[in-house]
């Protein structure tokens, strides 16, 4: 399955080398398109067809209200002032991160609905509260769907409750959700010294093994991160998070590696330009750096178009577009006539690009030193990428 989605990724690839290999298989391309398509739909539906089996084994008597069923579902849990809130604000409603000292304390659980490329859900749940202790809570509307649940310890306080806590939640989900995923942000690490971060981490997952062995779960389905607001951090724990509840996501890692080799890109990101979570990469290491690069790209692109505006190419910059070395018309280039745009960062001589795949994705990369002729070639297996992004999308979007 995987292998015939990304050989339509590959399939109308140019290779910048001028070795044009794929060239010739594009019209088989074309009709093996569907073939792809019809696999992923089935496998969709098999998968759901199992989840559905799942929850119904375990269906709630007062299920959650109609508009929020079959979105992921995120749950934010932990102790008071362990920074819930802030990370919600500061990820999903673009708050400045030294304006979270402002926040006042949750009162009751916060449910935000973000429309995004997968329309989730993000529960804030207060400090206080202990789902389990409380009769009123319906714990199978709130678990039944999938989705994962970030427990955030405070790392720069005395987390032994908090861990205490998580683990009698991690239990008592274990013997009835086992397939919850359980992501612990060790939260607040930007005061700490990296020596201090890999401790506590190493001491919380210890102490958070430990117990789940001594009940006999092994391997539960349990990942830390260290997390803060006041850096990319936050935003590269989220992105590993959201990417564990995309159906297929080999495919996406596989049309972006093969993006990456043909357009000899260092490395390539899908966004989610809202969030700035990114849902997919290519196969290299990620890093941090180029992470922090094309994401600050994102936001220089997005403040420029609200002070500008959009406006089409002027006839002098698509003569020179049109002219030598391409002598094309530019449609002929497949450059997209919008939303798409290249910068050349001063050090290195390394282009980076954006090409915006929908209202909420857009592809990012940065592309090797000296690469910038190349552009229309690499304009055109972009667009063949982001046309098999749509297509994986409309698939996979959970109705
Ligand atoms: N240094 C540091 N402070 C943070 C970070 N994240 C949040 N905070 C601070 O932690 C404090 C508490 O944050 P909240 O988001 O209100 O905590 P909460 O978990 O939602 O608290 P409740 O609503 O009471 O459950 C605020 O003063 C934040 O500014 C972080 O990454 N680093």
Redesign the pocket.
């Known amino acids: 399955m995987d292998s015939s989605l990304r050989g339509q990724a590959g399939a109308l690839q140019v290779d910048l080398d001028g070795d044009n290999e794929q060239a010739e298989s594009a019209q088989a391309g074309a009709s093996t398109l569907t073939f792809a398509q019809r696999n992923l739909t089935r496998i969709l539906e098999q998968n759901q067809q199992r989840q559905q089996k799942n929850i119904a084994s375990k269906a709630p008597e007062n299920p959650a209200d109609g508009t929020t069923k079959g979105k992921p579902r995120l749950l934010?849990m932990?102790?008071?002032?362990?920074?819930?809130?802030?990370?919600?604000?500061?990820v999903f409603h673009k708050l400045p991160?030294?304006?979270?000292?402002?926040?006042?304390?949750?009162?009751r659980i916060q449910k935000d609905s973000l429309p995004s490329f997968m329309d989730f859900q993000v529960w804030?749940?207060?400090?206080?509260i202990d789902i389990f202790e409380n009769p009123t809570f319906d714990i199978d509307a709130m678990f039944g769907e999938i989705g994962a649940l970030i427990w955030?310890i405070?790392a720069?306080d005395d987390y032994m409750e908090a861990v205490a806590r998580l683990n009698v939640t991690i239990l008592n989900l274990q013997r009835t959700y086992p397939f919850i995923k359980i992501e612990v942000f060790i939260?607040?690490?930007?005061?700490l010294s990296d020596d201090y971060k890999l401790d506590i981490q190493r001491d919380i997952t210890i102490r958070i093994q430990d117990e789940l062995s001594d009940h006999g779960f092994e391997n539960a389905p349990v990942t830390f991160h260290l997390?803060?607001?006041?850096?990319h951090s936050?935003f590269e724990a989220f992105s590993k998070v959201i990417q564990k509840l995309i159906p297929r996501l080999g495919i996406l890692e596989a049309m972006l590696t093969n993006l990456c080799r043909t357009c000899r890109f260092e490395k390539a990101y899908l966004f989610d330009v809202t969030s700035k979570i990114y849902i997919a990469t290519d196969s290299a290491p990620a890093d941090m750096t180029s992470y922090e690069i094309c994401s600050d790209y994102i936001d220089v692109i997005i403040d420029v178009t609200e002070v500008y505006g959009s406006w089409p190419r002027s006839d002098k910059y698509r003569e020179g577009l049109e002219g030598p070395p391409w002598s094309q018309k530019l449609e002929d280039q497949a450059a997209s006539n919008w939303a798409e745009s290249c910068m050349v960062l001063s050090d290195g001589n390394k282009p980076i690009i954006l090409r915006e795949v929908d209202r909420y994705l857009a592809l990012v990369a940065i592309m090797k030193e000296d690469s910038y002729d190349k552009i229309p070639l690499v304009n055109i297996n972009v667009e063949v990428v982001v046309q098999g992004l749509k297509e994986f999308f409309d698939i996979t979007k959970p109705r």
Not at 187 to 191: E, T, W
């Open positions: 934010l932990g102790q008071r002032r362990s920074g819930k809130s802030s990370i919600s604000s500061v991160p030294s304006e979270t000292l402002f926040l006042e304390s949750t009162a804030d749940f207060p400090g206080q955030v405070d720069q939260h607040k690490v930007d005061g997390t803060s607001i006041y850096n936050i």
